[in-house]
């Protein structure tokens, strides 16, 4: 069974104050990995896609990394326009499997 | 561009009552699904479509009910509503791409999502 955990669960910063959130997952052969922002009352936007260990994306100041086993989502220098939930998800490559699978997201306020 | 709009956004319901939350794509994306979000337990996958006249269970089927009978639509029907019910609920759509082998890529396009009540 795919597993997918985000952590820390919520994190406030200063502005200007990189940090990183990571998201840990086990998974049967991975297609993708996907990071998405949530803002309150609002449904995700998809970010990211990440495909193979190794492999990196960046918009504005939001970097994804991906290893194996983790990603992580780098913020550097932040703004109180980056507070909001940012969720990962990962789909299988094993057979018909195709649904992602989310995490519980972590909440990231950050204070001007 | 619309892109995924869900109607009604808020709606208070009895136990017992009945309604269907509507889908509607615009994207042309043969894939569709049903979320649920509660606090502390993340997205849900309710019932999802691969294509017109395809549905599935997802990890919470239970109480609900979904048809696709166009490529564009994928209600959502509460047979008899429950307060376990609570919760904001988000349609998503997507497509299949060369990048994810052929299948649906897990690049969704969510709703605004819509957020119900059962006393």
């Known amino acids: 069974e795919d597993q997918v955990t985000q952590s820390p669960e919520a994190l406030r910063l200063q502005e200007g104050e990189s940090s990183s959130l990571n998201c840990s997952y086990t998974?049967?052969?991975?297609?993708?990995l996907f990071w998405y922002r949530q803002d309150p009352g609002k449904g995700p936007e998809f970010l990211f896609t990440?495909?193979?260990a190794g492999e990196e994306k960046e918009k504005e100041r939001l970097k994804a990394t991906l290893t194996k086993k983790e990603s992580f989502l780098h913020i550097t220098a932040p703004k109180p326009e980056d507070s909001a939930t940012y969720l990962c998800?990962?789909?299988?490559?094993?057979?018909?499997?195709?649904?992602?699978?989310f995490g519980r997201g972590t909440s990231l306020i950050v204070h001007p | 561009n619309a892109g995924v709009t869900q109607t009604p956004k808020f709606q208070v319901l009895k136990t017992g009552q009945s309604m269907t939350l509507q889908c509607a794509q615009d994207?042309?994306?043969?894939?569709m699904s049903w979320y649920r979000q509660d606090p502390g337990m993340g997205l849900r996958l309710i019932h999802y479509?691969?294509?017109?006249?395809?549905?599935d269970q997802g990890e919470v089927p239970n109480g609900y009910n979904v048809s696709r009978s166009t490529t564009e639509d994928f209600p959502l029907r509460l047979l008899s509503a429950a307060p376990s019910q609570t919760s904001v609920y988000f349609c998503?759509?997507?497509?299949?791409?060369?990048?994810?082998?052929?299948?649906?890529?897990?690049?969704?396009?969510f709703g605004e999502g819509s957020r119900l009540t059962v006393l």
């Open positions: 998503a759509s997507s497509y299949s791409s060369p990048a994810s082998g052929g299948r649906v890529t897990g690049e969704l396009f």
């Open positions: 998974v049967s052969g991975l297609r993708g």
């Open positions: 990440l495909y193979s």
């Open positions: 998800a990962v789909q299988s490559a094993s057979g018909g499997s195709y649904i992602p699978t």
């Open positions: 994207m042309n994306h043969e894939y």
């Open positions: 479509s691969v294509g017109a006249g395809i549905t």
